[in-house]
Nanobody, 122 residues
Framework: QVQLVESGGGLVQTGGSLRLSCAGS????????MAWFRQAPGKEREFVAA????????NYADSAKGRFTISGDNDKNTVYLEMNSLKPEDTAVYYC???????????????WGQGTQVTVSS
């Protein structure tokens, strides 16, 4: 069973930065594709970024390109989401997820963290 624990969320002003962390149990980063999704109130969960096993490749939602960076640390079994130039529309609960097969579809991810709130004030 894969367990994921997110941290690093908080309140930040427009234009600010945050780094989210997702600590996984076992050799999560080596064996699984990891992704970040987010869900704003009243909206569906949406893909933000993904990194393939051991960081082989990454992909991003259009809304994240150029502002967010996903990365991982094998030794710490942790995946990060560095978020810069934050906007109020980035406000959401951010979730970390793991899957054998990397995808932009939430349904392809069987393992999820509990989420961490990111709030960007205008």
């Amino acid at each position: 069973q894969v367990q994921l624990v997110e941290s690093g969320g908080g309140l930040v002003q427009t234009g600010g930065s945050l780094r989210l962390s997702c600590a996984g149990s076992g050799r999560t980063f080596v064996n699984y594709a990891m992704a970040w999704f987010r869900q704003a109130p009243g909206k569906e969960r949406e893909f933000v970024a993904a990194i393939m096993r051991s960081g082989a490749s990454t992909n991003y939602a259009d809304s994240a390109k150029g502002r967010f960076t996903i990365s991982g640390d094998n030794d710490k079994n942790t995946v990060y989401l560095e978020m810069n130039s934050l906007k109020p529309e980035d406000t959401a609960v951010y979730y970390c997820a793991a899957s054998i097969v990397g995808s932009q579809l939430a349904a392809m991810y069987p393992y999820w963290g509990q989420g961490t709130q990111v709030t960007v004030s205008s």
